[in-house]
């Protein structure tokens, strides 16, 4: 049967949003779906629910959250790795990655907001303020954070609309920053126990850090398997995968993932590469990459490289460290605290760590150059890529730097530059 972003008009008018636009942006999605993923050849077969997760995008998932609010569970919509969903889980809640990476609600935003602001922020507040993302009408709040100064300020009028909750993250990592996080990670979770009416105690907590990690481990095995010179699926599909994993249950997600490796792991070991030629091997480093901007992976494949790695928030940042098992509550919660304190977003200073995690990450990829990607607008990334270059100078790495929004004016330049730096490579 055809392809087709599902449509559920009934439910769509009974939780708030614009059936009419939501009904055009499905033929467009559904169309783009087709073009950029399905035409793929010898896709492997895992892949087939993640492509009914996209035909369900907007009805199978929203039904199932609305039916779990019914039953009394909390839906929390998040922007950011550092809101503990092991917390949300545990508390038999829902935490949805609520990130917009679509050009299409970016005029909305900016009809309020300033225009010089990264595209991410304006596309998400968009899609509240436009009312075409079922996600943003079903969370019963939005729990925000003070990451960059575009979002801690947007969460001031997004609250005009929705309940905006924000969570304090500290801009540096020593001891003081600690104790400021695991103190905020406290009155999040209080915020939670008295939402959800239930209280948190370490038997809950441990359950809901086990479902999470079992999730990021499952991520980090489909990573470790981009690592093999016989490549068994495309960038496109794993940043896919990343992007699912922030609205997917979390559980049936993690099985679904385990179950591609295994199909990955015996293409492998038959030598069934993506590939017939040995492609050049990128590896992303930047910002995160939300659903659906596929733009850069899009032209990078195209031009018959492939993308091996995402140092990003959607990519490694969010599964390469597990939340370690403890058996108290509080040391549970500080334990939390430290795997944040390993995620290394630009908004750190200083930020060795990051350096020295691209590094690491490069190396393990077997990638053939590097390029950093940054949202226009984006201070932190944009200015850290800076040192990032500086990096790869030293060690030797190709690098490029691509700057750049959701609109599709600069696809032409873009492969142009692409092009040109995967001929150096090729030499
Ligand atoms: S890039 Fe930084 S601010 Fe954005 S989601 Fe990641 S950790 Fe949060
Ligand atoms: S991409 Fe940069 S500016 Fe945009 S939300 Fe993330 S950290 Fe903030």
């Excluded at 609305?66 to 092991?86: L, N, S, T």
Aim: charged residues 30%; hydrophobic residues 40%.
């Amino acid at each position: 049967m055809e392809f087709q972003v599902k449509a559920d008009p009934e439910l769509w008018q009974r939780i708030g949003v614009d059936v009419t636009r939501l009904s055009k942006m499905r033929e467009i999605l559904s169309q783009m779906y087709k073009t950029l993923f399905l035409n793929q050849e010898i896709r492997p077969e895992g892949m087939k629910y993640f492509d009914e997760i996209v035909a369900n995008i907007h009805t199978g998932r929203i039904k199932e959250i609305v039916e779990a609010k019914e039953e009394g569970r909390v839906v929390v919509g998040a922007f950011c790795v550092y809101i503990p969903e092991e917390i949300v889980v545990a508390l038999d809640g829902i935490c949805i990655g609520l990130c917009g990476g679509s050009q299409a609600t970016v005029p909305d935003a900016e009809r309020i907001l300033p225009r010089s602001i990264c595209p991410l922020v304006k596309s998400a507040y968009g899609f509240r303020i436009s009312r075409v993302c079922p996600y943003f009408q079903v969370v019963d709040f939005v729990a925000g954070e003070t990451t960059c100064d575009s979002k801690k300020k947007t969460w001031e009028i997004l609250n005009q609309d929705i309940e905006t909750y924000v969570m304090e993250i500290p801009p540096m990592k020593r001891e003081t920053e600690r104790e400021l996080l695991f103190k905020e990670v406290v009155r999040f979770k209080e915020e939670l126990e008295q939402r959800s009416g239930m209280k948190l105690d370490e038997e809950r907590l441990l359950k809901g850090v086990r479902i999470i990690n079992r999730k990021r481990k499952a991520l980090q095995r489909l990573n470790s398997l981009r690592q093999h010179d016989v490549l068994p699926i495309s960038g496109k599909d794993v940043l896919l995968i990343e992007q699912i994993a922030y609205y997917d249950d979390p559980e049936r997600f993690a099985t679904k993932v385990e179950e591609l490796c295994d199909e990955l792991e015996d293409r492998i070991a038959k030598g069934i590469g993506y590939w017939e030629k040995k492609p050049l091997r990128i590896m992303i480093s930047g910002t995160p990459m939300a659903f659906p901007n596929f733009k850069l992976h899009n032209i990078v494949e195209n031009l018959g490289a492939i993308i091996v790695n995402e140092e990003s928030c959607i990519g490694t940042r969010y599964f390469n460290d597990l939340v370690e098992e403890k058996n108290n509550l509080t040391d549970q919660l500080y334990a939390i605290v430290d795997r944040s304190m390993k995620v290394h977003c630009a908004i750190f200073t200083p930020n060795e760590e990051r350096i020295e995690r691209i590094l690491e990450e490069y190396k393990k990829s077997k990638a053939d150059g590097l390029i950093y990607y940054s949202l226009t607008f984006c201070q932190t990334y944009l200015i850290e890529a800076v040192k990032v270059k500086q990096a790869c100078e030293r060690e030797g790495i190709p690098f490029l730097m691509i700057e750049s929004d959701y609109s599709p004016e600069d696809v032409g330049q873009l492969q142009t530059r692409v092009e040109a730096f995967l001929e150096t490579l090729r030499g």
